[in-house]
Structures are given as C-alpha cells and as structure tokens.
C-alpha cells in the first residue's frame, strides 16, 4: 500500500487540532446513538437500564469500584463522570488517528477507522479489563460494532472537517 500525503505532498502536514476535537466529540455521539439503537433493536427491556449500567462502569474509572453497586438508576454525578471520561478518551482517540488519516486518501482512511475501532474495541475490552475488571460485562457484538461506528465516524469526519478547514485557510484550524 503506497502512502501519500493529502495535503499537496507537503511533508510539513501537521494535525488540525479543531478538526480532531470536532470529529472526536462527532464521533462519541455518532457511536453512542449507534450503540443505544442497536440495544434497542437486539435487547429486550436493555433501555434505561443498560445505558445506567454502562454509565457505572465508565465512572467507576474514575470514582472507583463505590460507584459500581446496583440500582441501575439515573444518578447525576455517575452521568457527568461517564460522560466527561467518554468525550475525553473519544477526543483522544481521535487525535491518534487523525495522525494517521494524514497519510491516506478518503477511501484508505475510511478503511483505517474501520481498523481503528477493531483495534480500540480490543485494547479497551481487553486491556482495560486488566486494570478494571468490571468492563468485561461490555464485550458483545453490540459494543464492538459502536466501536466500529467511532472509527469510521472519525475518520470521515477528520477528514471532512480538515479539508472544509483547509480549503477556507482558517488560521484557527489549521
């Protein structure tokens, strides 16, 4: 697979920040509905309760094991906390593989988010469960494909948003 650059050849390309925050926070929302609409259409009963207890185990992260207990309920604070460590590790993730969209044309970078969320469904169900057990509640096909969906909506959105960027020469974008 030959490389290239797509901006012009230039071997000064350099991530767009703003487009990589944007298709980050795009993305965790895209992935989020995916996941949510697939729990729906394939679990009996799954909603609020399965949204609550994702929830939990996300802030748990954070908080520690106290915010794992049961019920299943909304809780302000557990929603905040996940929803915060959510957008920053979507952001992150994000910025990594805009990195890499830099090299590749639109259709390669497609493909490379379709990659990119099988690789990040691995070391977030796999390598996070070493460190927090609990997440392996979480591995389904129903978490690997919203992982899916994150790779492919960031690295469309990147892309997007970096060429808008680009072609308007925005000195906040670029």
Known sequence: MRMRKRHNGNPQASLNWCAAIAAGVIAGCVATIAQIVLWWLFLDAALPDILYRDARLAAAIVLGAEALPPPAMF??????????????LSITYSAILANILLYLNVKRSLLAG????LALYGINMYGFTLA????SLTRDWITLAAHVVFGCAV???YT???????????PLCD
Do not use: C, E, Q
Request: positive net charge; proline residues 3%; aromatic residues 16%.
């Open 160 to 170: 997007v948003l970096d060429n808008r960027a680009r072609r308007r020469r925005s």
């Open 132 to 135: 927090f057990p609990w997440f």
């Open 155 to 157: 690295a469309g959105g």
């Open 114 to 117: 379709i990659f990119y969320g």
């Open 75 to 88: 809780d302000v604070k557990i929603m905040l906390v996940a929803t915060l460590l959510h957008f920053a």
